[in-house]
């Protein structure tokens, strides 16, 4: 059983330009979570995706935006790249929006460099 | 705001004994509490969750228990080994369903 799958694994992009990541979520799995984990910190919250909308949002600029599709998969874009947007993009699939009982399974992530 | 620390940024300890990690909150009553393990380079991995009506629970060789006065969570592993060497996040479920985490706890254990 295929658990979060992310790619690419590395990214390196130049300030200003823009970015799509992607996220397949582990199977049986419907809401994706997306965080930004700087070097040093812990996951930032960036957004939740359920049913196909953007369900609740941490705080980051209108920059980072996403999409979810029927296949539960899930994509991030981040417009006009910022040299501190340099991070470890992970992606978080879980079993219902609000997932109470259960972990969330993570994928290995996205390294982005921005220079 | 709602605030989660993890007071120590790392830890060294000697194998066999036991790693106590510590996390605190802030500005919030979690319905539960989360612990994850994460390798260099890698996403976070689930290990236990703990819920605000449990005070302890237990899985193999760790150990979690949660204080809602205090508002602390302990996190144990006995008989730690240097494979169990990480960083590991603790992490609150937020007013919005999503998980705020801690900066974690870089847990080394020697031979």
């Known amino acids: 059983d295929a658990g979060v799958t992310q790619s690419p694994t590395h990214l390196i992009k130049t300030r200003g330009q823009q970015v799509t990541l992607r996220c397949s979520p582990k199977s049986g799995h419907d809401t994706v979570s997306w965080y930004q984990q700087a070097l040093g910190q812990g996951p930032q919250f960036i957004f939740q995706?359920?049913?196909?909308?953007?369900?609740q949002r941490g705080n980051f600029p209108d920059r980072f935006s996403g999409h979810q599709f029927p296949n539960y998969s899930s994509e991030l874009n981040v417009n006009a790249l910022l040299l501190g947007d340099s991070a470890l993009y992970l992606c978080?699939?879980?079993?219902?929006?609000?997932?109470?009982?259960?972990?969330?399974?993570f994928g290995s992530g996205t390294r982005l460099t921005v220079v | 705001s709602q605030k989660i620390e993890q007071n120590s940024e790392a830890l060294n300890i000697q194998e066999g004994k036991t790693a106590t990690l510590t996390c605190n909150y802030t500005n919030y009553s979690p319905a539960y509490l989360q612990w994850y393990r994460q390798d260099p380079g890698r996403g976070p991995v689930f290990l236990l969750l703990?819920?605000?009506?449990?005070k302890e629970k237990r899985k193999e060789r760790l150990k979690v228990t949660f204080d809602t006065t205090l508002k602390q969570s302990l996190f144990h592993i006995t008989a730690s080994q240097p494979a169990d060497s990480a960083t590991y996040l603790c992490a609150l479920r937020g007013s919005q369903g999503n998980l705020i985490f801690g900066k974690g706890t870089k847990l080394s254990v020697k031979p």
């Open positions: 978080a699939s879980s079993r219902g929006q609000l997932n109470t009982n259960y972990g969330y399974t």
């Open positions: 703990i819920r605000e009506n449990e």
């Open positions: 995706y359920y049913e196909e909308e953007e369900r």
